[in-house]
């Protein structure tokens, strides 16, 4: 099981950016995938969250410092997960981090199995 994270960089305040998560090992299909982020000196958080079965999408959820701005959303065609990012904020700058766990479940489930390694993005001027 691998998540490969990709995607972030430097964006504007109030641009927007799209990151994935490309999976491989396994299908996304009857997983519960979630991206969390984790600023510098900060714990990592959980932001969204989106569940499946039978391969398709069940439920999402978002935390709310970031509902109504990001929205993840599932391709199994190609494997990948995504999280699209709107009216960015300097404060929405960190580490970026996506994680599944198998089977079906609502958000948020109760842990997360497997995680990728992060894609940094930082919004500024």
């Known amino acids: 099981v691998q998540l490969q994270a990709s995607g972030g960089g430097l964006v504007q305040p109030g641009g927007s950016l799209r990151i994935s998560c490309v999976a491989s090992?396994?299908?996304?299909?009857?997983?519960?995938i979630a991206w969390f982020r984790q600023a510098p000196g900060q714990e990592r958080v959980g932001l969204s969250c989106?569940?499946?079965?039978?391969?398709?999408?069940?439920?999402?959820d978002s935390v709310r410092g970031v509902r109504g701005r990001f929205t993840i959303s599932k391709d199994s065609s190609k494997n990948t997960v995504y999280l699209q990012m709107n009216t960015l904020k300097p404060e929405d700058t960190a580490v970026y981090y996506c994680?599944?766990?198998?089977?079906?479940?609502?958000?948020?489930?109760?842990?997360?199995?497997?995680w990728g390694q992060g894609t940094r993005v930082t919004v500024s001027s």
């Open positions: 090992g396994f299908t996304l299909d009857d997983y519960a």
């Open positions: 994680a599944v766990l198998p089977g079906f479940y609502s958000c948020p489930p109760p842990r997360w199995d497997y």
């Open positions: 989106l569940t499946t079965r039978d391969g398709n999408t069940y439920n999402t």
